[in-house]
């Protein structure tokens, strides 16, 4: 039987929370523009891209580790508490994870923020590692999203 587990990562960033918030609830149009090495395209298949049920077809660029391709739904787009919950319906990712479902809240902290990302997620067999190069890439994405909203915000 397949093993189940949780990951998180905290990171600081200086961005107003407000900010970082907006940057990522328009994600598709942001990360494409901002980081094209990371992110070739990211399509809107269902809704707008930026609510809940909406789903996004994100093909990831040379910057991305393992994943070049993953359809992802939005379960919840909270703008009062900043919070971002997407489940992968479809793509490379489910080659190693039946499962993987990942949460991200953006929380005021002085005059910057604080980024919590975690993810759950079911293995597709006992060999595949933990997904620590997905957490990587999220908080690298993170901190170069800071910059970017700092400079175009």
């Known amino acids: 039987m397949a093993s189940t587990g949780k990951m998180d990562v905290e990171i600081e960033v200086k961005s107003h929370a407000d900010k970082f918030f907006e940057a990522l609830r328009d994600s598709v149009n942001v990360l494409p523009k901002a980081f094209p090495n990371d992110y070739k ?21 040379e910057g991305s580790p393992l994943v070049k391709v993953s359809k992802e739904k939005v379960d919840v787009m909270d703008e009062a508490n900043k919070t971002f919950v997407y ?3 479809d793509g490379d990712l489910l080659k190693f994870y039946k499962n993987f479902k990942s949460n991200i809240t953006v929380i005021p902290k002085g005059a910057g923020s ?23 890439f999220a908080a690298k994405n993170f901190k170069e999203l800071d910059d970017y909203v700092l400079k175009a915000y």
């Open 41 to 61: 395209s990211i399509e809107v298949l269902e809704g707008d891209g930026k609510s809940t049920g909406s789903v996004r077809l994100i093909h990831y660029g």
């Open 87 to 89: 489940c992968v319906i």
């Open 114 to 136: 604080l980024v919590k990302w975690s993810c759950e997620f079911e293995k597709a067999s006992e060999e595949i590692p933990d997904p620590h190069l997905i957490k990587d």
